[in-house]
């Protein structure tokens, strides 16, 4: 994540604004992830999917609603991550190059100058 | 937010963007590309392949089917594949020429160019559709206005139809809507498809790659100095400014940017080529387009806008075959023909021996243990198979099939299996090798391995 302007506004004890954003996206991909584990194996019990698991595999309760948690936790992680750097990127950090925000360009009449641009040949 | 913003310029209103139209090398590639993936798009499903829909993922059925091809649940490593092929496709052709994909292949892109195409049939081009825009709402503007609306919802809506064709049999789902019989979830579908296309490629078009797509901020780490991005030459061109034909350019101190900001006019997404680079850019390269028609007109030669290099921009030497693009090539051809390979000798076959959970093994009269197995079984193929079922590493072992293995195509089923095995043939657990193989065709053939237990004998 770009750590522009906020850095010079570092106050002693409080945490960057990196720090903050990871924490941010650990915290709450953790909850959403509790949340799904709660939700899908209050109504599904992975015991009873022993004969319809595509993979061979006979996995125990523990096993699959720890599997479960995990794999919730790496899709909120990885949507998470991905807002903050979408929130923390782009049009507000202006230029691709780091000038700021640029005003929209200009645009003029292209004969204006040009005299001898005759832009009905363009079609 | 103030949006109105003439106070305050931090939060100016970006104008809407009206792209003049172009015509040009790139604008014809493009077209073609638009025929050839929607023209995909829309036929593929009425197409058949030996009898059934060319691409149709049949969702409840768990099965998918493509060109003649059917994949199963158990084929998630081609998913897999097929989801590494196309990042790493992805990270090639974005080190070798940038976002090609976003100019000629993103779904955004190519419906966005259907819907613009069809708002300047019937609005007119830029000029008039500006006028239309600024002017009273009049008996034309209404009439304008209410006919590509309706277009474009018509073309929105056969959109969704066709994508739920894809994972319901086409022809059905078109009779579903001739007779008003659609079920609730495949109208659910098409009405959000529908949408989603009305709103991504009339509504919101260019916004959704500015402000949505993670591509466009993550382009820059795949990029390098020898990457083929479109760039202004500002060493030929500046200073910029406009003049007569028969102006000397050296005499008069000018570069060959004669400033007409067509290139500017031109840019779906609104942005300034000749300030460099910018994550916006989409590369359509409408810009190279615009600007080498000026440059014609003028008499100068092409390319002050092109697909260039950092490297040969700032007259460095650089090589746009490189080790990244040649290790991302080898990699994606080794993947890209191992897939292909995999799927055409695939045998159309899959079975496992599982054993019953309940019982470890019963022993029968006359010296013989049983184990009891359940076969899972798929005929993978497209027509019906018989199989024979042999153990290879024992030949006392009897099998006791409870029904002979007949599977109709791309049937999946189980089948109880007891296998027999007199008691001097060991104790413990056996290591049992079992051939399974179809009686009309031998190269459908597998071997499992299952394991049988027999009671230990105690002491004498």
């Keep these: 994540m770009t750590d522009t302007n906020d850095e010079r506004h570092e106050v002693p004890g409080r945490w960057s604004q990196r720090?903050?954003?990871?924490?941010?996206?650990?915290?709450?991909?953790?909850?959403?992830?509790?949340?799904?584990?709660?939700?899908?194996?209050?109504?599904?019990?992975?015991?009873?999917?022993?004969?319809?698991?595509v993979l061979p595999w006979e996995m125990g309760r523990k096993l699959a609603y720890s599997l479960g948690f995990l794999f919730l936790f790496m899709v909120g992680l990885f949507a998470s991550a991905l807002t903050a750097f979408m929130i923390r990127s782009g049009p507000q950090s202006g230029h691709s190059e780091g000038r700021g925000r640029r005003p929209p360009p200009q645009i003029r009449s292209p004969e204006e100058d040009n005299p001898d641009l005759d832009l009905e040949d363009l079609r | 937010m103030n949006e109105s913003g003439s106070g305050d310029s931090l939060y100016r209103k970006e104008p809407k963007i009206y792209p003049r139209q172009v015509s040009g090398r790139f604008a014809r590639l493009r077209v073609i590309a638009v025929w050839v993936l929607l023209g995909l798009f829309y036929l593929l499903p009425w197409l058949d392949v030996s009898g059934k829909q060319s691409v149709l993922f049949d969702l409840p059925a768990r099965k998918f089917y493509i060109f003649g091809l059917t994949l199963f649940p158990q084929d998630f490593v081609y998913l897999a594949l097929l989801l590494i092929t196309a990042g790493l496709s992805l990270f090639f052709f974005t080190a070798l020429a940038g976002r090609l994909w976003c100019g000629y292949a993103c779904p955004q892109t190519v419906w966005t160019e259907v819907f613009i195409w069809i708002e300047r049939l019937i609005e007119g081009d830029r000029a008039k559709r500006m006028k239309l825009d600024a002017s009273p709402w009049n008996a034309e503007k209404i009439l304008r206005k209410v006919a590509k609306q309706f277009v474009w919802v018509v073309f929105a809506a056969w959109t969704g139809f066709t994508f739920v064709g894809f994972f319901t049999p086409i022809r059905e789902l078109g009779g579903h809507v001739v007779n008003l019989a659609l079920g609730p979830w495949e109208t659910f579908w098409i009405i959000f498809y529908s949408l989603a296309t009305y709103g991504n490629a009339g509504f919101l078009r260019e916004q959704v790659c500015k402000y949505m797509c993670p591509y466009a901020r993550f382009q820059s780490a795949m990029f390098d100095k020898d990457t083929l991005v479109i760039s202004y030459d500002p060493d030929r061109g500046e200073p910029r400014g406009g003049r007569r034909k028969s102006v000397d350019r050296a005499e008069a101190g000018l570069g060959d940017c004669i400033n007409c900001t067509l290139c500017v006019q031109v840019c779906p997404t609104g942005i300034d080529i000749r300030d460099g680079l910018q994550y916006e850019c989409i590369a359509c390269a409408a810009c190279i387009d615009v600007c080498d028609q000026v440059m014609d007109?003028?008499?100068?030669?092409?390319?002050?806008?092109?697909?260039?290099?950092?490297?040969?921009?700032?007259?460095?030497?650089?090589?746009?075959?490189?080790?990244?693009?040649?290790?991302?090539?080898?990699?994606?051809?080794?993947?890209?023909?191992?897939?292909?390979?995999?799927?055409?000798?695939?045998?159309?076959?899959?079975?496992?021996?599982?054993?019953?959970?309940?019982?470890?093994?019963?022993?029968?009269?006359?010296?013989?243990?049983?184990?009891?197995?359940?076969l899972k079984i798929t005929n993978m193929d497209d027509r019906p198979h018989h199989?024979?079922?042999?153990?290879?590493?024992?030949?006392?072992?009897?099998?006791?099939?409870?029904?002979?293995?007949?599977?109709?195509a791309e049937e999946n089923t189980g089948i109880s299996v007891r296998l027999r095995i007199p008691r001097a043939e060991g104790q413990g657990v056996q290591n049992l090798d079992i051939e399974l193989q179809s009686s009309d065709d031998p190269s459908i053939r597998r071997v499992i391995k299952a394991k049988a237990l027999m009671p230990q004998t105690t002491g004498n």
């Design chain 2, 297 to 374: 007109k003028m008499e100068y030669p092409r390319g002050l806008i092109r697909y260039t290099t950092e490297h040969s921009l700032k007259h460095k030497t650089g090589h746009v075959v490189r080790p990244r693009i040649i290790v991302y090539g080898l990699l994606l051809l080794i993947l890209v023909s191992g897939t292909l390979w995999s799927m055409t000798n695939r045998i159309p076959l899959r079975a496992d021996l599982i054993r019953d959970r309940n019982a470890l093994y019963r022993e029968l009269p006359g010296g013989i243990v049983e184990n009891v197995y359940t």
């Design chain 1, 19 to 53: 720090k903050r954003d990871i924490g941010i996206i650990v915290w709450i991909a953790f909850l959403a992830a509790c949340v799904g584990t709660f939700v899908i194996f209050a109504v599904l019990d992975p015991d009873a999917l022993n004969d319809a698991w």
């Design chain 2, 387 to 408: 199989y024979e079922m042999k153990v290879l590493n024992n030949d006392a072992v009897v099998i006791d099939l409870a029904r002979p293995i007949d599977l109709s």
